[in-house]
């Protein structure tokens, strides 16, 4: 395991790690993307990795120009607006240095000095090497600068006095560039920056402690975000929603584990990343968003080396909890052969696609599925009330699934048990789901 001192090397807790990205034995700059070249080739790097960093994503509003900032990002210490990015001379990133724009990836201060919210993925962005900021830099300054002023932030007392960040940066943040490991494949280190650094997985792919920061003996063990529901599957049409609503998701297991990708091969790995589906599951709510923006547009190399790196790493799982009790599966599986068994089966396995069979006649496993088993359950709650659907970047997506929420005549004890027998069945291994869980997501 490639260390900088940060953690004991048998943990490998590298939630803000970042690897370098080609032979072990070059020097720094040659462990980047790709070494500097003409002001074109730099450039074409910087969209490449500004693309891997997914960081359209939050720094657009649907609609608004591209990286012109303004998205409301939810979290509990209150919303956070993100900054406009183009080259705008008074309102984005255009009176910048390139040495201001490294210390704010690196160390998540401004221009200005002010400190910026760890929202901004700067624990991760703060491995990157100075070649790649170099690029990332002379990417940014060729989009079309916007004039826009995002929104004040509204931070809750006292998370809005931004000195305090001082103190969390020291408690949290290990800033420079990241040493690679050298008995460590280069398609591994590869992989390994790519996971840590720009795509920083672990910001919400880790659970996180009272003061935000991540709890690094549970890396990719499964988080929480606050994202918001923007539209509903009734009767296997997708509506949208009055507007969005802001609620949990959880993010799933990505180790070994059983209730995370064990029973993934490199190969279905990959393919979820590039098309946001594969034989075992399907990408919706937030992971949508990422595989449309972000690992859709990597290269096959890069997102088997991205699968590679996460199958290294050491299985585990956070505790499941309690045991559910024999009335709540009970309650769960007549609801289960009632709603769920035509299509998922009673053996929970689904039905797989095959050759050029109908789609529409096909549904995912729920046995082993990491998403159902993330130690929160508030996807699944989000699933069953709203339903799901897919982006779908590329190739035949999953059937969509309507909502239970309008279409169906459950109460939320009902889903909750539903949500607990899908939970601890086929193998599976997850907590059971209170019924208010589900309706703190209505």
């Known amino acids: 395991m490639a260390s900088r001192g940060r953690f004991p090397a048998s943990s490998l807790t590298l939630a803000t790690g970042l690897v370098w990205l080609a032979a072990l034995t070059a020097d720094a700059q040659s462990l980047t993307v790709g070494l500097p070249g003409t002001d074109a080739t730099t450039v074409e790097r910087g969209r490449y990795l500004v693309t891997a960093g997914d960081c359209i994503s939050c720094h657009t509003v649907a609609g608004a120009a591209p990286f012109s900032g303004g998205r409301a990002l939810k979290s509990p210490f209150g919303t956070i607006y993100s900054a406009n990015i183009t080259p705008d001379a008074e309102t984005g990133i255009g009176r910048w240095s390139e040495q201001q724009f490294s210390r704010a990836l690196r160390q998540g201060i401004a221009a200005d000095g002010t400190h910026l919210y760890p929202a901004f993925p700067y624990p991760s962005y703060t491995l990157l090497t100075d070649a790649d900021i170099h690029a990332m830099y002379q990417y940014l300054r060729t989009v079309k600068p916007v004039r826009y002023a995002a929104p004040q932030d509204a931070m809750t007392f006292p998370f809005g006095v931004r000195g305090l960040l001082a103190g969390w940066n020291a408690m949290f943040l290990q800033s420079g560039p990241y040493v690679p490991d050298t008995s460590r494949s280069a398609e591994w280190n590869r992989g390994a920056y790519l996971t840590l650094g720009l795509g920083h997985c672990g910001a919400c792919h880790t659970p ?235």
């Open 208 to 442: 996180r402690n009272a003061l935000g920061g991540e709890r690094t003996a549970q890396a990719f063990t499964g988080g929480v975000l606050l994202e918001g529901i923007n539209d509903e599957v009734l009767d296997d049409k997708i509506t949208p929603l009055d507007g969005p609503i802001v609620r949990q998701w959880s993010a799933a297991n990505l180790t070994p584990a059983t209730s995370g990708l064990g029973a993934w091969s490199l190969g279905e790995i990959t393919d979820y990343l590039k098309t946001g589906h594969n034989a075992r599951a399907g990408a919706f709510g937030p992971m949508d968003e990422v595989v449309t923006n972000s690992t859709s547009h990597l290269s096959d190399a890069d997102l088997r080396a991205i699968a590679v790196y996460l199958k290294s790493l050491p299985a585990n799982a956070q505790a499941p909890g309690p045991a559910a009790t024999s009335s709540q599966l009970k309650i769960g599986e007549t609801v289960y052969e009632t709603r769920c068994g035509d299509c998922h089966l009673a053996t929970g396995l689904g039905m797989p696609r095959k050759g050029a069979a109908d789609v529409s006649k096909t549904a995912p496993p729920l046995a082993g599925n990491a998403a159902l088993q993330a130690p929160d359950p508030a996807t699944l709650i989000n699933v069953v009330l709203y339903g799901a659907h897919e982006a779908s970047p590329g190739g035949p997506a999953w059937p969509k699934m309507s909502g239970f929420e309008l279409s169906v005549g459950l109460d939320d004890e009902q889903i909750a048990a539903l949500c607990t027998y899908v939970r601890a069945s086929w193998g599976n291994h997850a907590g059971p789901v209170d019924a208010s869980a589900v309706a703190k997501q209505h």
